[in-house]
T-cell receptor, first 118, second 112 residues
Framework: GAVVSQHPSRVICKSGTSVKIECRSL??????MFWYRQFPKQSLMLMAT?????????EQGVEKDKFLINHASLTLSTLTVTSAHPEDSSFYIC??????????????FGPGTRLTVL | GNSVTQMEGPVTLSEEAFLTINCTYT??????LFWYVQYPGEGLQLLLK?????DKGSNKGFEATYRKETTSFHLEKGSVQVSDSAVYFC???????????FGKGTSLLVTP
């Protein structure tokens, strides 16, 4: 089945540093990937839509200069949290849309990355 | 706009009890509907889906029917197990290439 991986699964960093999170589709091509943020005991909030070879589309209220998204290939999207602060601590989840014909409308989720900023 | 409303949790049930988690939606057109499950410390897994009215999605004993007339997609299971303890998210997608709209999630705890 379709698998999406995220790396790292957990990261702890100091305030002011930058953190890069990778999202990979392992056995399918994904022209579109999505980045979500989940706060404790809350739902997933869409941050941005990442399209291969073009600029990401950010949701209202999400700072694009703080959350840099790059989707350089059909199997990899990265989210970089720049100058991280404690309020950026959260669970970040990516999903990838399979552009193959057999999985219409289906998205596959990565296992998430727990970011803790001290 | 498109939105999903789920019943508030947490829901606590004894093993072998019947489960219903309500989900209603508002959307223009005909979205596809999904239930995702999130086990503690893990990412989301697709539980079941339905892409058109009257479709019934089913998986692992869970079922949900796409009801256009009531704009609902309630999740049911006849006999829950302790291993079903998780957070369940109802979601919709309006069109391919768009992100999922999630409900707030319903936490389920099944006790022995």
């Amino acid at each position: 089945g379709a698998v999406v991986s995220q790396h790292p699964s957990r990261v702890i960093c100091k305030s002011g540093t930058s953190v890069k999170i990778e999202c990979r589709s392992l056995d399918f091509q994904a022209t579109t990937m999505f980045w979500y943020r989940q706060f404790p005991k809350q739902s997933l909030m869409l941050m941005a839509t990442s399209n291969e070879g073009s600029k990401a589309t950010y949701e209202q209220g999400v700072e694009k200069d703080k959350f840099l998204i790059n989707h350089a290939s059909l199997t990899l999207s990265t989210l970089t949290v720049t100058s991280a602060h404690p309020e950026d601590s959260s669970f970040y989840i990516c999903s990838a849309r399979d552009t193959g014909t057999g999985t219409y409308n289906e998205q596959f989720f990565g296992p998430g990355t727990r970011l803790t900023v001290l | 706009g498109n939105s999903v409303t789920q019943m508030e949790g947490p829901v606590t049930l004894s093993e072998e009890a019947f489960l219903t988690i309500n989900c209603t939606y508002t959307a223009t057109g005909y979205p596809s509907l999904f239930w995702y499950v999130q086990y503690p410390g893990e990412g989301l897994q697709l539980l079941l889906k339905a892409t058109k009215a009257d479709d019934k999605g089913s998986n692992k004993g869970f079922e949900a029917t796409y009801r256009k007339e009531t704009t609902s997609f309630h999740l049911e299971k006849g006999s829950v197990q302790v291993s079903d303890s998780a957070v369940y998210f109802c979601a919709l997608i309006y069109s391919p290439g768009y992100a999922l709209n999630f409900g707030k999630g319903t936490s389920l705890l099944v006790t022995p």
